[in-house]
């Protein structure tokens, strides 16, 4: 088999419960003829526009052919590093690919000024603007980091001398304000299956022309999914997918209460990056209408391990057969083994099947677009900043309730966050900051989950807006929330557009704590003026 699963404790009861109906119910074939009434008649309509991915293989096979020939063409030209300009599952799955593969792709996914201008610059070693080409990956053709991202190479290129038609390559739905002005521009298009949603699109264009042009062998890869297909669309108690999804939507802690958080850790196996993929994939599927799954994207060392959490799901990601056997002793786990290939087809599928054992439509994303359009409102207005509460150490402190901030101390506001967190809650960290400059600042999750004892996610802003982002908004009312944002000299005009890199990050980060704010769930802002120096007190104080 290409993908192994094994279950035990309370996840191999779920299974033994709510596989048989599913069987029953022929949800695998159901899924595989694409049967959009299989999440419910207010489902149906987006469904029926959304279920492209389970043919995304057979369709996107044509493509390997034209990727592989347009990367030789653009080494005959001297290009040889590759820029992904894209958000959410559009960078995720070739991040993971070409992570996993070995080769480079600069993934931009961020608005913070200085990593728009290392994407731009380039380095010694993969070379700068004049060997590089600039892939834009937006299914929409409207979201705003791509379309800055786009509008800064354009210019840069334009300003060495070059051409843009013949260093940017677009990826987009048929008829996307994207696709029409990229045609026109002379670009190089490659259209994507409208009927696949973002976050189900890793075999499609979306996954396959960014990994593909980066080195990536995107043909093994196709295999690799291919041979798993049959695996998930039999209605079989053997079934990985069935066993999968029962497992992360209906394991029962103490008390008989859903598991409605799945810690992921990468233990031992080859690929790089996969907890991140399925982050996105599980936490914008289902966190609607007040339900969802928190995935929490865990190492091996996490306090959560130590914290015997009821409602925290361990899933374990292993390598190999051998290492498969020894992790067995981890009672109560779910341990799961295979290619990516493989990998990707069972998640998507296991994830679409949670979607209907927890009664909301895993296709669509309603809550997404509000930070968006708060940050739309900030950016026409462009208000003054609002006076932090208190200022320590270089840090300014804004909190969304004041009684947040009287302790007039960095770690007791963050006591008092934790205070807030109910036995069911969890901690998401959001860091809308550069972070090529302070990558360490991911540690701060291991100390805040160790500090609140609860579980905790962390995410790079803007990025994690276009997946977790709707979790947040749509899922349990159960989260509190700590922004990290920077105050830098460093800055980049967007040409043609009447504000800065700075100023949409700081936007996004604003419109995101409002909307959240709003929502009524807990928000502190601390902001680092100089992040350098400041991460260390931040450190500190969550500990």
Known sequence: ???????????????????PQLVADLVASGITAADPTLWGAAAEEEAAKRLGWVDAVSVSRPLVAEIVALRADFAGRGVDRFVLAGMGGSSLAPEVITQTAGVPLVILDSTAPGQVLAALDGDSETGGLER???????????????????????????????????????????????????????????????????????????????????????????????????????????????TLAAAIAASEGPGGTRRDKVGLVA??????????????????????????????????????????????????????????????????EVLVSGSLGAQMVVWEYATAIAGRLLGINPFDQPDVESAKIATRGLLEKRPAPSAPAFTVEGVEVRVSDPTLAVSGTISGVLDALWDRLGKDGYVSVQAYVDRLQIPQLMGLRELVAADAGRPATFGWGP??????????????????????????????????????????????????ASVLAEHGRPVVTLTLTDPAIEVLALFEAAQ
Not at 9 to 18: F, I, L, N, S, T
Not at 269 to 296: C, F
Not at 496 to 507: M, N
Request: aromatic share 6%.
């Open 132 to 242: 590089t080409a600039l892939i834009v990956s937006s299914k929409s053709g409207s979201t705003v980091e791509t379309d800055s991202a786009k509008r800064a190479f354009e210019a840069a290129f334009r300003d060495l001398g070059i051409d843009p038609a013949e260093r940017i390559v677009v990826v987009t739905d048929p008829g996307s304000p994207l696709d029409h002005a990229a045609r026109e521009a002379g670009y190089r298009v490659f259209n994507a299956d409208p009927t696949v949603g973002g976050r189900y699109s890793a075999l499609t264009a979306f996954g396959l022309v960014p990994a593909g042009l980066a080195g990536a062998d995107i043909g093994e890869l196709l295999d690799e999914a291919d041979a798993t297909l049959l695996e998930v669309a039999v209605d079989s108690p053997d079934n990985p997918a069935l």
């Open 463 to 512: 990025r994690f807006l276009h997946s977790t982002g709707q979790y947040h908004k749509g899922g349990p009312e159960t989260g509190v929330f700590l922004q990290i944002t920077e105050r830098t000299d460093v800055d980049l005009e967007i040409p043609g557009l009447p504000f800065t890199f700075g100023q949409l990050i700081e936007a996004q980060a604003a419109g995101d």
């Open 267 to 332: 233990d031992g196996t080859h690929i790089e990056g996969l907890p991140d993929w399925i982050e996105q994939l599980i936490a914008e599927s289902t966190g609607k209408e007040g339900t969802g799954i928190l995935p929490v994207v865990l190492l091996p060392v996490s306090p959560e391990f130590d914290a015997d959490l009821h409602d925290l799901q361990i899933v374990r990601l292993v390598g190999d057969a051998e290492h498969f056997r020894m992790l067995e002793r981890h009672p109560g």
């Open 1 to 19: 088999m290409s993908f192994e699963i094994h279950v035990s404790g309370a996840p191999k009861v779920a299974a033994e419960k709510v596989v």
